[in-house]
């Protein structure tokens, strides 16, 4: 399978969020998704664009890099913010955990739900990086194409 | 995102169309908020997801809230015409543990 990028950049504005997810499925679908895999993607490309939205610009608007590739067959999202970062990655990693009393703190359980992988870096002060990788589950038990 | 408001009794039915998320949800929440606020005779809310095509943990994160309010008013919320892919998210998020879910509005009218 070829390998396939895209590379967007936006504000930090809700209304960006949805743009976001309609970017994601249209490049996931290049894939063999399921319709039900692919609503998976659209839930956590929503929480991590979210979460930089919300956490890392906080009333503030900065960019949001989002970073789409297809290798081997498996979906690679980069989600990046140039924030506050985060203090206790720990922490923030807690089911239910959120910094405002407003959120139920499952963005973070969403997305390691929904997708095959998910690594956060962040450097408070600098930003916070997450990458998620997703393979279509139609695809796990055959050869890939071209092996 | 639309919302559509009906009253049934002592229930308000609210009709989400569309996607929550971050950028939608605040609406969806002072709507029902102005509506509890102006009509006190209300005591339950029917929420119809039926043409609900997206919900994150923001869209869940106003309807646990409004969820809260009506609890606080002694009544109970009730999600009708749940999608699947909606169905996964309260289970996951644990709202399937508080709230109810019927069928229809009609199948939660007849429960209050």
């Known amino acids: ?147 | 995102m639309n919302i559509e408001v009906t009253r049934a009794g002592s229930a308000l039915v609210v009709k989400v169309s569309g996607e929550l998320d971050l950028s939608t949800s605040p609406v969806f929440r002072d709507k029902i908020e102005e509506e509890l606020k102006h009509f006190e005779s209300f005591r339950h809310l029917i929420l119809d997801l039926g043409e609900t095509s997206f919900i994150d943990s923001s869209g869940l994160g106003v309807i646990l809230g409004r969820f809260k309010s009506i609890s606080q008013r002694g009544g109970k919320m009730i999600a009708v015409n749940v999608p699947p892919h909606l169905e996964k998210l309260f289970a996951l998020s644990g709202l399937l543990k508080i709230m109810t879910i019927c069928p229809t509005a009609q199948d939660a009218l007849n429960t209050l």
Not at chain 1, 12 to 30: D, G, K, M
Not at chain 1, 54 to 59: L, T
Not at chain 1, 97 to 109: A, F, I, N, Q
């Open chain 1, 1 to 147: 399978m070829k390998t396939n990028y895209l590379r967007v950049e936006f504000p930090s504005l809700p209304e960006n969020i949805s743009l976001s997810r309609v970017i994601v499925a249209s490049f996931a679908a290049q894939l063999d998704f399921t319709l039900s895999e692919l609503e998976e993607i659209r839930v956590a490309v929503s929480e991590a664009v979210s979460n930089c939205v919300i956490h890392g610009y906080r009333d503030t608007t900065g960019e949001i890099r989002l970073e789409l590739a297809i290798k081997d067959g498996t979906l690679e999202i980069v989600v990046i913010d140039y924030g506050c970062g985060i203090d206790d990655l720990a922490l923030a990693r807690t089911p239910a955990y959120s910094t405002d009393p407003e959120r139920m703190g499952l963005g973070l359980v969403f997305m390691e739900s929904f997708m095959d992988e998910m690594t956060i870096e962040s450097e408070p002060g600098k930003g916070t990086r997450v990458v998620m990788k997703k393979n279509p589950e139609r695809g796990k038990d055959h050869d890939k194409p071209g092996d």
